[in-house]
């Protein structure tokens, strides 16, 4: 079982909206923040959202006002709502889990954004 999964990647034309889903494996047993990273073809991973357990968010600033990510502590579970999409988030989305020193990856959904 994978410790991290991810869920609702998709196809979409520009200016529309998909939402992402990430669970953690039960078998981790305290998580200090998930988060989504992405990486597009021929650019470096980078640090899309993330949110602590306690609540606290920060976004990348491509997509501050457009994106949103939430998240349920007990479900081990956040989502991340992604509205008036471009062609520029076009890009593998990874779900990350950090507990500890530990770091869990998912395999990554992929979201096209055609123009």
């Known amino acids: 079982q994978l410790p991290v999964v991810e869920s609702g990647g998709g196809l979409v034309q520009a200016g529309g909206s998909l939402r992402l889903s990430c669970a953690a494996s039960?078998?981790?047993?305290?998580?200090?923040?998930m988060g989504w990273y992405r990486r597009a073809p021929g650019k470096e991973r980078e640090l899309v959202a993330r949110?602590?357990?306690?609540?606290?968010?920060n976004y990348a600033d491509s997509v501050k006002g457009r994106f949103t990510i939430s998240g349920d502590n007990a479900k081990k579970t956040v989502w991340m709502q992604m509205n008036s999409l471009q062609p520029d988030d076009t890009a593998v989305y990874y779900c990350?889990?950090?507990?500890?020193?530990?770091?869990?990856w998912g395999q990554g959904t992929q979201v096209t954004v055609s123009s």
């Open positions: 990350n889990a950090i507990s500890g020193y530990q770091d869990y």
């Open positions: 039960r078998s981790i047993f305290r998580i200090d923040a």
């Open positions: 949110i602590t357990s306690g609540g606290i968010t």
